[in-house]
């Protein structure tokens, strides 16, 4: 027989007070890991309206000259060709330090053609990089495979008559409208997408860009970080953060994390509060017993290990239970409240073992002066038999 | 040289602005295989001079030697060491765990001597089989007459072959006839050579020890060998 069997025996002993102890510190260990778990769904959320919203960062040439605009935001003119953007700029922007952060990065080369006697705005553009970019995106017919192959915006598409299939010619060079994008709202209806290549290409600027958007991983992303080391990289490029509604957002979440810390801590502490009362009243009721241990010769630390133990197996029960209950809630009460769907059920193993160890730990902060308490037991005032 | 030897051994307590002596100058010697009983009236300072003997209770004056160990000289950690290592307690009512079986409470003292769980296990099983309770090793001590609970409770003060046995009124909650057989496997262990020390109010109980001694207000009255 081991120390560990004399606190297990005990546990299954005194049943109802076990549970009612576990139930205690199970409710906090719930509390936080369903906050935790639905600050991180909107966290989610959050991310994936960023990343479905388009670019975080804008990265155009350093000009004063404001002729054309692209998403609300003003960039240099293609003619100036001292300070445009180059195709050898890409790699320049995937070296940066901070580059795990980095998701997409779409280089664009925007010109004019000519078409049926009106004058199109026309985007050059890596589809690959654009597609994952613009996630909202409908398209009416299929993705462009080949470079000679385009995406009509919504307005050019009705202005022109054209549909998905037809052909269309750019500068003299034949090209399939590959689909048709659903109306968006924004300046991508007026705008032709074609392969970056042929672009420059038909308008003759061989491995000019004129911007580049660039897409974080915005769980993580330090976006300032970013814009600083690709400025860097980039010293002739002005490159800026978009910082849209959505950081609004971002500061909602902020509040909210900051809120679940301070009801976590409370229903914590009341966890801690529970268990240290009923190991107290424990350790009272056990005088008689704690007596006969230290008449038959255990050493005080024999019996702070006994009641040390006991608070660990029920801190590390209550871990694993708050821990599977605070998932479920998260899942079935976490959409109510946040109004984001709970999505897939994710299983991290950082706070499965956060839980039972924040659990077992406050279960052995809350028993130690109880614990202490019952070692300075005086034998003889415990047996009062003796 | 004497097993135990107790020289001026005083112990009095504080009782609001008062001093309440319970023993006074008591001067003794037991040797090894000795079986003493002591005798006296409530409150004549039996149960503090068995708590003194067992290293539980500090003397105000005086002091203790089992062998060349002077007991109140330790550290609270070495006395329960000590405790571990000489001695065996037999208490009143028995004082087993009510949630350990009889041979988890038997080996309970085992527990924590670093033996590994095969050798305390044989270590009970032979122990049990000499109180006679080997076909009640998996009860628990609710499921045992008294008789039974008394013989866990010789088991378990046993079992690790201390060299003296404490015990405080063993037969005080048993009938006489059982109070018998228990007297009876005191003596069989006596006669294997264990040191025994009772505290008893029943002079029968006494026939079975080899030497008696009597306390009146806290002091020694009479030895009888």
């Not at chain 1, 849209?244 to 009801?263: P, Y």
């Not at chain 2, 008893?200 to 009255?221: A, M, V, W």
Request: net charge positive; hydrophobic share 40%.
């Amino acid at each position: 027989m081991r120390l560990k069997d004399i606190s297990i025996n005990n546990l299954r002993r005194r049943k109802g007070k076990v549970i009612f102890l576990i139930l205690g510190l199970t409710i906090g260990i719930t509390t936080v890991v369903t906050l935790i778990s639905i600050t991180r769904i909107m966290n989610e959320d959050i991310s994936k309206k960023l990343d479905e919203f388009g670019a975080n960062i804008l990265i155009i040439p350093r000009s004063d000259d404001l002729a054309l605009s692209y998403g609300g935001i003003s960039f240099g003119g293609v003619s100036i060709d001292t300070q445009s953007l180059k195709a050898s700029d890409i790699p320049k922007i995937r070296q940066i330090e901070v580059r795990e952060s980095l998701s997409t990065v779409s280089p664009k080369l925007i010109g004019v053609t000519d078409l049926e006697g009106k004058r199109v705005p026309l985007m050059g553009v890596h589809f690959d990089e654009e597609l994952k970019l613009k996630k909202w995106w409908k398209i009416h017919g299929n993705r462009p495979k080949t470079r000679e192959e385009v995406l009509l915006g919504n307005e050019v598409a009705v202005r022109l008559f054209k549909s998905a299939g037809e052909t269309l010619s750019i500068n003299g060079r034949p090209v399939r409208i590959a689909g048709v994008l659903d109306e968006t709202g924004s300046q991508d209806d007026f705008l032709i997408f074609a392969d970056l290549a042929l672009v420059q290409e038909v308008t003759k600027k061989p491995d000019v860009l004129s911007l580049i958007e660039v897409s974080a991983l915005c769980n993580t992303c330090p976006i300032e970080e970013i814009v600083r080391q690709i400025s860097k990289q980039l010293p002739n490029a002005k490159v800026t953060a978009i910082k849209q509604t959505l950081q609004t957002k971002m500061e909602t979440l902020d509040h909210f994390k900051t809120f679940s810390l301070g009801i976590s801590i409370i229903v914590l502490l009341i966890g801690g509060l529970i268990v240290f009362t009923n190991v107290m009243a424990s350790v009272n009721e056990r005088k008689r017993e704690i007596g006969i241990f230290r008449a038959i010769g255990f050493r005080k630390s024999h019996v702070v290990r006994i009641i040390f133990l006991e608070a660990l197996i029920v801190g590390l029960i209550a871990g694993v239970v708050g821990y599977l209950l605070g998932l479920g809630i998260s899942q079935f009460v976490g959409p109510i409240m946040t109004g984001v769907k709970g999505g897939k059920w994710v299983i991290d193993p950082l706070l499965i073992f956060g839980s039972i160890f924040l659990s077992g730990l406050i279960g052995i902060l809350s028993s130690a002066y109880p614990a202490l308490h019952a070692s300075k037991m005086d034998p003889t005032v415990a047996l009062r038999s003796l | 040289m004497s097993l135990i030897e107790i020289k001026g051994l005083q112990k009095s307590y504080k009782s609001g602005e008062d001093r309440v002596l319970a023993l006074a100058e008591i001067n003794l010697k037991i040797e090894r295989g000795d079986f003493v009983s002591v005798m006296g009236p409530s409150g004549s300072g039996k149960s503090t001079l068995l708590t003194i003997l067992g290293g539980l209770n500090h003397p105000t004056q005086g002091g203790v030697q089992v062998d060349d160990i002077s007991l109140y000289d330790l550290s609270l950690e070495k006395l329960a060491d000590f405790r571990r290592e000489y001695l065996g307690f037999i208490f009143q009512s028995f004082q087993l765990i009510p949630y350990l079986t009889v041979i988890e409470n038997v080996m309970l003292p085992l527990s924590i001597t670093g033996r590994s769980n095969t050798e305390q296990g044989k270590m009970a099983a032979e122990i049990l089989e000499k109180v006679g309770l080997t076909e009640r090793r998996t009860r628990l001590p609710d499921q045992l007459s008294g008789g039974e609970q008394e013989r866990v409770a010789i088991a378990r003060a046993i079992v690790n072959s201390p060299p003296i046995l404490l015990a405080d009124e063993p037969t005080g909650n048993l009938d006489s006839k059982t109070g018998g057989e228990i007297m009876r496997l005191f003596k069989n262990l006596n006669e294997e050579g264990q040191t025994i020390i009772m505290v008893t109010h029943n002079s029968e109980n006494s026939d079975f020890s080899t030497r008696t001694i009597f306390l009146r207000d806290g002091r020694l009255q009479r030895r009888e060998c």
